[in-house]
């Protein structure tokens, strides 16, 4: 396997599926059973905020009942165990990366356990309900929302992660459909600074002829094959 010096990592929903957290695209995921429009803008929020906390709280509680898959750990164990630099980047909001050990994650796209403050704009850890209006612990208004990116909103350290493409040696994606920007970007970035990119998916992915190489399988099972590779074990 070519030895790799710096390596940028995508995970989307597709590595949680197997801890039983749905995915958006797939056959009964989310965006079968809820509208985007309703949850996931903030014109939804808008309309019918209760709604929209109802669904991100339901989405944090059931948190609870779930765990980290073998794709979370191999993961962690390549940041503890590659000897060049690597930045994981997720699309999800979930905390199973970090539960599977990574300890640098870089949430692109927000997280379930913190909330966002529209008055002051501070971000802060969450573990109550936003359904019961929980006051904002730096200024105290009431006026928390959920701490996710939504469409028409800018992901969080775009500017971290394109530095990064504009340097990476190996670009991976796992898990992800490719089917929303600027993530689904990232591949032909890497590719155009020079970079091989790895495709490791169920499925092929809407960006699937951008990738030197595309292995399809379980994350489960393809990840940790892949990070064994890696590391040479
Ligand atoms: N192992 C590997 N890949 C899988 C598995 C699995 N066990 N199960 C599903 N997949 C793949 C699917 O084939 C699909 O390509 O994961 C992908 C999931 O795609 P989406 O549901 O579209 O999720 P994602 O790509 O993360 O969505 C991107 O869209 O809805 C917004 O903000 C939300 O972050 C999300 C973004």
Redesign the pocket.
């Known amino acids: 396997m070519a030895k790799f010096e710096r390596i940028v990592i995508l995970?989307?929903?597709?590595?949680s599926?197997?801890s039983g957290i749905?995915?958006?695209?797939?056959a009964g995921?989310?965006?079968e059973r809820h509208r985007?429009e309703d949850v996931?803008t903030p014109e939804g929020f808008a309309r019918n905020p209760d709604l929209v906390f109802g669904f991100y709280d339901a989405r944090r509680a059931a948190l609870k009942s779930v765990e980290p898959n073998p794709?979370h750990r191999a993961l962690a164990r390549l940041e503890a165990e590659f000897p060049g630099e690597l930045l994981l980047v997720t699309?999800?909001?979930d905390d199973l990366h970090e539960r599977g050990g990574s300890r640098d994650v870089l949430h692109?796209?927000g997280e379930l356990s913190s909330a966002l403050c529209t008055a002051c704009e501070m971000r802060s850890p969450l573990d109550v309900p936003l359904l019961d209006r929980p006051a904002c612990p730096v200024c105290q208004a009431p006026t928390l929302r959920p701490d996710?990116?939504?469409?028409g909103e800018m992901p969080y350290r775009v500017e971290r992660i394109y530095a990064a493409l504009g340097e990476c040696d190996l670009f991976v994606s796992?898990?992800?459909?490719?089917?929303?920007y600027p993530?689904?970007g990232f591949v032909q970035e890497a590719l155009m600074n020079g970079a091989r990119t790895l495709e490791?998916?169920?499925?092929?992915?809407?960006g699937s002829r951008f990738f030197t190489e595309s292995r399809?399988?379980?994350?489960?099972?393809?990840?940790p094959q892949w990070v064994d590779e890696v590391l040479g074990s």
Do not use: K
């Open positions: 995970t989307g929903a597709g590595i599926a197997e749905d995915t958006f695209r797939d995921g989310l965006w985007i996931a794709a699309q999800n909001v692109m796209h996710v990116v939504w469409f796992i898990g992800t459909s490719g089917a929303v993530a689904a490791l998916n169920l499925e092929p992915s809407e399809h399988g379980r994350a489960g099972e393809i990840v």
